[in-house]
């Protein structure tokens, strides 16, 4: 379960920028493996430290108190 997905990340940062940060081939196309593997780490991360408290992938219906953390 993603807390973010590429749609979030490219709203966040806007496309021109996504692109830059993730195009390592230079295709001028964001690389969605890239990004997939950003996504898994900071997930990994961030479960790390919610494991502590709650049961992980966090169940957004189930905690909304731990998603505001996110």
Not at 15 to 23: E, F, G, K, N, R
């Amino acid at each position: 379960m993603y807390y973010v997905t590429l749609s979030d990340i490219e709203t966040r940062l806007g496309p021109a920028v996504l692109v830059q940060l993730t195009d390592d081939a230079h295709t001028g196309e964001v690389n969605p493996a890239v990004v997939a593997e950003t996504v898994d780490g900071a997930e990994g991360e961030v479960n790390s430290h919610l494991t502590l408290r709650y049961t992980v992938p966090v169940d957004a219906i189930a905690n909304p108190d731990a998603v505001a953390l996110l």
